[in-house]
């Protein structure tokens, strides 16, 4: 058996299939062209299109080494031997080409010839229903019968879908332990065999009633687990001590003060978490992905936090990602050379996000201590729903870390109750948002496997003929729909841009003998233009010629705003910073927003210079070249790419000499003198790191002045004067009201300490103690304190005083004020309020002796008071 390093088993590989014929095309990126997948999660999803018809194969077979990302078992990271969030997998595929009899025939070479493992320690999986693949393990490459072990759909059988593309595999595994002999052969026994490489036979159709025909062209799709491949050759206890990740790992520990060898099992596990999570963190920001809390950002996000989390496990509580970066960037950069193109971007964004979360760690796992500890006393075995939500909405704790440090006591959470403010959360913020139904999603796929992808003819064409191949009511296809039925209208060719790369899809009609459709949006969805609209008038039917013609006076709206979306970000290269990088934007008829990463506001005087420049670009009338061309060209010549975007072998580039040049498929004006002025809207920061930026161009400058001069106008008016006085006339005002403010606020807290005042004589009497609740009505929290505080001095150093108020509908506010003598005793001000202010329906700490706290569910005050109180007497009198 040989001993190889990672790089040699990965390359030893992809020249072993190029020997036999296979293209070797490099790894696509781990952020997915198909939209139904967050990540790339297996070595066949940049292939999909070509399974499933939709596009044409690049070679009729191919070998590559493709980078992957799982979370799905993200909590088994660094406790098996063998799950990771970032992994490689080799695979060989075959588009009609040869099938079985080769990719068993070549697995069984490349991994006992050329990798030298022993045919006595391999073990063969089948589908229990593949006689096939049995008869030519069996018969032509002669493994034993007692070592093909047949096994049933759930574990050998792939499918793309429910319906589409399938058919059984057929996988070879590593026997650990040969010695135990061969009388039971238990494949899920993990501490004995790990399967390595996996052959899927891609020969059948499922229809949506479950029936399995024949492919015209059957595929083959393999996958050979080269973490897995590297345990085996390199004889490592598990994957994480091979070459592929343990230098990592020997980096975090050196910077931890700690010898891996000599470390027990839980401090292991902290450095495998970080090995394992760092190279998948350097891929993503590689890969155009920015921490956010949503989607592949909240992933991203996710992992940093968890390497943060374990760091501090170890003992690293000062920043220590980035260093730990440059030994996963050091170590696969030859591999992926985007890693070390993408440096710099990779070390700012985790830097910021690891300071951004050390900032709320600390507070939130000091919150988090004190509610367990609050959880052990009551002796509850859970966290509660609210609590853990708290921490994820103020502190960044994602539920997972909450979990995870819950469980590390004996605690669950209440995850019910979580998702049910977290629903809350999300129903608030879908106040007045409107999204177009995209539930056609299942019926286009289905559709795409029998159709063409769509003709776009837009570029040049703002009106065509066309064949209306389906149409669909309620994302069902339908033959016909009447006046006033919402469609989907799928064409075999379109003048109406799909939405992409951040440009809004078309508006406009599409005309028949017999009917009228207007269009409101069109979105690409599997290769297909999907037009939704209306029926505006008569019957329209599938099948039947069409007449599509666009809305152009809202075409050349967009066109100028996507064109000046190019030359804002040319002119904040030239201006601010020339490593700017988009990091997302969006193109309508009424406005641009562009997004790009800067770790800084952009001041007054620079965003004057950019609209400035912008203006000279537009005044001067350059004209645009558009070309198709293959990428590498383009990318010689200098055209910008954007992070994350994805590019075929062929890439259509848009050029304004001497301005700007960028891969874009989107429209655009002719010349920048079509765009006729440009104006910036508003700069803001939406993430760490991240910067946006709202215009407008063209028309729309019109529409958003003639907004401005109502708005002028109208305040000229209210305060009779001239619009050059409004600001002096505004600051007046904000003086006048900051002085009623302070005014009432002290009226407010004289209020409360009169009301106060007055309840001493209600105090009651427990030993040296003096205890006094009370509900102090329409008193805000900050009075409340106040009062608090002259209550607890006036009954002295055994006083214990707890004041509740609702200072306006739906907000609770508490107090608990203790004197030295009640601390003394044991009770602490921040841990009893918060306790209480949960019966409420939500919390609160502070010090021993002073402490607030907060809620939303005022009806429940009374009770809280009352338990305040019984509590209070309880271990006063103890």
Same mark, same amino acid.
């Given at each position: 058996?040989?001993?190889?390093?990672?790089?040699?088993?990965?390359?030893?590989?992809?020249?072993?299939?190029?020997?036999?014929?296979?293209?070797?095309?490099?790894?696509?990126?781990?952020?997915?062209?198909?939209?139904?997948?967050?990540?790339?999660?297996?070595?066949?999803?940049?292939?999909?299109?070509?399974?499933?018809?939709?596009?044409?194969?690049?070679?009729?077979?191919?070998?590559?080494?493709?980078?992957?990302?799982?979370?799905?078992?993200?909590?088994?990271?660094?406790?098996?031997?063998?799950?990771?969030?970032?992994?490689?997998?080799?695979?060989?595929?075959?588009?009609?080409?040869?099938?079985?009899?080769?990719?068993?025939?070549?697995?069984?070479?490349?991994?006992?010839?050329?990798?030298?493992?022993?045919?006595?320690?391999?073990?063969?999986?089948?589908?229990?229903?593949?006689?096939?693949?049995?008869?030519?393990?069996?018969?032509?490459?002669?493994?034993?019968?007692?070592?093909?072990?047949?096994?049933?759909?759930?574990?050998?059988?792939?499918?793309?879908?429910?319906?589409?593309?399938?058919?059984?595999?057929?996988?070879?595994?590593?026997?650990?332990?040969?010695?135990?002999?061969?009388?039971?052969?238990?494949?899920?026994?993990?501490?004995?065999?790990?399967?390595?490489?996996?052959?899927?036979?891609?020969?059948?159709?499922?229809?949506?009633?479950?029936?399995?025909?024949?492919?015209?062209?059957?595929?083959?799709?393999?996958?050979?687990?080269?973490?897995?491949?590297?345990?085996?050759?390199?004889?490592?206890?598990?994957?994480?001590?091979?070459?592929?990740?343990?230098?990592?790992?020997?980096?975090?520990?050196?910077? !931890?003060?700690?010898?891996?060898?000599?470390?027990?099992?839980?401090?292991?596990?902290?450095?495998?978490?970080?090995?394992?999570?760092?190279?998948?963190?350097?891929?993503?920001?590689?890969?155009?992905?920015?921490?956010?809390?949503?989607?592949?950002?909240?992933?991203?996000?996710?992992?940093?936090?968890?390497?943060?989390?374990?760091?501090?496990?170890?003992?690293?509580?000062?920043?220590?990602?980035?260093?730990?970066?440059?030994?996963?960037?050091?170590?696969?950069?030859?591999?992926?050379?985007?890693?070390?193109?993408?440096?710099?971007?990779?070390?700012?964004?985790?830097?910021?996000?690891?300071?951004?979360?050390?900032?709320?760690?600390?507070?939130?796992?000091?919150?988090?201590?004190?509610?367990?500890?609050?959880?052990?006393?009551?002796?509850?075995?859970?966290?509660?729903?609210?609590?853990?939500?708290?921490?994820?909405?103020?502190?960044?704790?994602?539920?997972?870390?909450?979990?995870?440090?819950?469980?590390?006591?004996?605690?669950?959470?209440?995850?019910?109750?979580?998702?049910?403010?977290?629903?809350?959360?999300?129903?608030?913020?879908?106040?007045?948002?409107?999204?177009?139904?995209?539930?056609?999603?299942?019926?286009?796929?289905?559709?795409?496997?029998?159709?063409?992808?769509?003709?776009?003819?837009?570029?040049?064409?703002?009106?065509?003929?066309?064949?209306?191949?389906?149409?669909?009511?309620?994302?069902?296809?339908?033959?016909?729909?009447?006046?006033?039925?919402?469609?989907?209208?799928?064409?075999?060719?379109?003048?109406?841009?799909?939405?992409?790369?951040?440009?809004?899809?078309?508006?406009?009609?599409?005309?028949?003998?017999?009917?009228?459709?207007?269009?409101?949006?069109?979105?690409?969805?599997?290769?297909?233009?999907?037009?939704?609209?209306?029926?505006?008038?008569?019957?329209?039917?599938?099948?039947?010629?069409?007449?599509?013609?666009?809305?152009?006076?809202?075409?050349?709206?967009?066109?100028?705003?996507?064109?000046?979306?190019?030359?804002?970000?040319?002119?904040?290269?030239?201006?601010?910073?020339?490593?700017?990088?988009?990091?997302?934007?969006?193109?309508?008829?009424?406005?641009?927003?562009?997004?790009?990463?800067?770790?800084?506001?952009?001041?007054?005087?620079?965003?004057?210079?950019?609209?400035?420049?912008?203006?000279?670009?537009?005044?001067?009338?350059?004209?645009?070249?558009?070309?198709?061309?293959?990428?590498?060209?383009?990318?010689?010549?200098?055209?910008?790419?954007?992070?994350?975007?994805?590019?075929?072998?062929?890439?259509?580039?848009?050029?304004?000499?001497?301005?700007?040049?960028?891969?874009?498929?989107?429209?655009?004006?002719?010349?920048?003198?079509?765009?006729?002025?440009?104006?910036?809207?508003?700069?803001?920061?939406?993430?760490?790191?991240?910067?946006?930026?709202?215009?407008?161009?063209?028309?729309?400058?019109?529409?958003?002045?003639?907004?401005?001069?109502?708005?002028?106008?109208?305040?000229?008016?209210?305060?009779?004067?001239?619009?050059?006085?409004?600001?002096?006339?505004?600051?007046?005002?904000?003086?006048?009201?900051?002085?009623?403010?302070?005014?009432?606020?002290?009226?407010?807290?004289?209020?409360?300490?009169?009301?106060?005042?007055?309840?001493?004589?209600?105090?009651?009497?427990?030993?040296?103690?003096?205890?006094?609740?009370?509900?102090?009505?329409?008193?805000?929290?900050?009075?409340?304190?106040?009062?608090?505080?002259?209550?607890?001095?006036?009954?002295?150093?055994?006083?214990?005083?707890?004041?509740?108020?609702?200072?306006?509908?739906?907000?609770?506010?508490?107090?608990?004020?203790?004197?030295?003598?009640?601390?003394?005793?044991?009770?602490?001000?921040?841990?009893?309020?918060?306790?209480?202010?949960?019966?409420?329906?939500?919390?609160?700490?502070?010090?021993?002796?002073? !402490?607030?706290?907060?809620?939303?569910?005022?009806?429940?005050?009374?009770?809280?008071?009352?338990?305040?109180?019984?509590?209070?007497?309880?271990?006063?009198?103890?």
């Amino acid at each position: 058996m040989l001993s190889l390093s990672g790089d040699r088993i990965r390359q030893t590989f992809l020249t072993f299939y190029a020997d036999k014929g296979h293209r070797i095309l490099p790894s696509a990126s781990l952020v997915p062209e198909d939209p139904t997948v967050l990540l790339t999660i297996a070595g066949m999803l940049p292939f999909k299109p070509i399974f499933l018809g939709q596009r044409p194969a690049p070679s009729p077979r191919a070998t590559t080494s493709q980078k992957c990302i799982r979370t799905n078992d993200i909590e088994n990271v660094g406790r098996t031997q063998r799950h990771h969030t970032f992994f490689e997998m080799l695979g060989n595929f075959s588009f009609g080409d040869y099938f079985k009899k080769e990719a068993i025939t070549w697995a069984w070479e490349l991994s006992t010839v050329v990798f030298q493992l022993p045919a006595d320690r391999l073990v063969i999986s089948v589908f229990r229903d593949d006689d096939e693949a049995f008869a030519l393990w069996r018969d032509h490459i002669g493994v034993p019968e007692h070592r093909i072990i047949a096994m049933g759909e759930a574990d050998n059988f792939w499918a793309s879908g429910p319906t589409g593309p399938c058919g059984p595999c057929s996988e070879i595994y590593y026997d650990f332990h040969p010695e135990l002999g061969d009388a039971v052969l238990d494949l899920e026994d993990d501490r004995r065999f790990i399967e390595f490489y996996n052959l899927v036979f891609m020969q059948y159709n499922r229809d949506a009633e479950g029936h399995l025909t024949p492919l015209a062209a059957q595929n083959i799709d393999t996958g050979l687990g080269l973490e897995r491949m590297a345990q085996i050759l390199q004889a490592k206890p598990n994957n994480y001590e091979t070459d592929l990740i343990f230098p990592i790992i020997e980096t975090a520990a050196t910077l !931890a003060g700690l010898d891996y060898g000599s470390a027990d099992a839980k401090t292991k596990i902290s450095l495998k978490v970080i090995g394992d999570h760092v190279r998948a963190v350097v891929h993503l920001i590689a890969d155009g992905v920015m921490a956010s809390n949503l989607g592949r950002g909240y992933v991203l996000r996710r992992l940093i936090r968890r390497v943060v989390r374990h760091g501090r496990l170890l003992g690293l509580d000062r920043p220590f990602t980035v260093a730990v970066a440059e030994a996963a960037i050091a170590l696969m950069a030859e591999t992926y050379p985007n890693l070390r193109e993408r440096d710099a971007a990779i070390k700012s964004e985790l830097e910021r996000e690891e300071v951004r979360f050390l900032e709320t760690l600390e507070r939130g796992e000091k919150l988090l201590g004190d509610l367990i500890q609050q959880a052990q006393a009551s002796g509850s075995s859970q966290l509660g729903g609210v609590d853990a939500f708290t921490l994820y909405d103020t502190f960044g704790f994602p539920l997972e870390l909450t979990q995870e440090i819950a469980e590390e006591v004996g605690l669950t959470v209440d995850v019910a109750g979580f998702e049910a403010e977290m629903e809350q959360q999300k129903e608030r913020g879908r106040a007045a948002h409107e999204t177009i139904d995209l539930t056609v999603q299942g019926s286009l796929d289905q559709l795409a496997e029998q159709v063409q992808p769509t003709v776009f003819v837009g570029y040049g064409d703002s009106e065509s003929s066309a064949s209306l191949v389906a149409l669909l009511v309620a994302g069902k296809p339908v033959t016909s729909a009447q006046a006033g039925d919402a469609v989907q209208v799928v064409l075999d060719q379109t003048p109406f841009y799909g939405e992409s790369g951040g440009q809004v899809g078309d508006r406009g009609w599409l005309h028949t003998d017999s009917g009228l459709i207007s269009v409101e949006d069109v979105q690409k969805e599997s290769g297909l233009f999907v037009h939704f609209g209306r029926v505006e008038s008569g019957t329209v039917t599938a099948q039947q010629p069409v007449t599509a013609r666009l809305d152009r006076p809202n075409r050349r709206r967009i066109q100028a705003h996507h064109s000046a979306t190019h030359l804002l970000q040319a002119a904040l290269k030239a201006i601010v910073d020339d490593s700017i990088a988009q990091a997302g934007s969006l193109v309508d008829g009424d406005r641009l927003r562009f997004d790009f990463h800067c770790p800084r506001a952009i001041s007054p005087q620079e965003l004057t210079q950019v609209e400035d420049r912008i203006n000279g670009w537009i005044a001067e009338a350059h004209g645009a070249t558009v070309a198709v061309m293959p990428i590498a060209e383009a990318k010689a010549r200098g055209a910008v790419a954007m992070f994350g975007e994805k590019y075929g072998a062929e890439v259509r580039v848009v050029d304004f000499p001497g301005v700007s040049m960028e891969l874009c498929g989107g429209t655009h004006v002719a010349n920048t003198a079509e765009i006729g002025v440009f104006k910036i809207v508003a700069e803001t920061g939406i993430a760490a790191g991240i910067r946006r930026i709202e215009a407008v161009a063209g028309p729309g400058v019109l529409d958003y002045l003639k907004v401005r001069e109502t708005v002028v106008k109208d305040l000229g008016d209210r305060f009779k004067a001239k619009p050059e006085e409004i600001p002096d006339r505004v600051t007046a005002i904000q003086e006048e009201l900051k002085t009623a403010q302070k005014q009432l606020a002290l009226l407010k807290e004289e209020l409360a300490i009169a009301k106060s005042d007055s309840l001493v004589a209600q105090a009651e009497t427990i030993g040296p103690f003096q205890l006094l609740v009370a509900h102090l009505e329409g008193v805000d929290a900050k009075s409340l304190q106040t009062a608090g505080e002259r209550l607890q001095h006036k009954l002295g150093d055994g006083g214990a005083v707890i004041l509740g108020s609702v200072p306006e509908p739906g907000k609770v506010s508490l107090v608990a004020a203790f004197g030295s003598g009640v601390v003394a005793q044991g009770l602490q001000a921040g841990k009893f309020i918060g306790a209480i202010a949960r019966i409420c329906g939500g919390g609160g700490g502070g010090r021993p002796n002073l !402490a607030q706290a907060g809620g939303r569910d005022e009806a429940q005050l009374p009770e809280a008071l009352a338990t305040a109180q019984s509590q209070l007497q309880e271990q006063l009198q103890e």
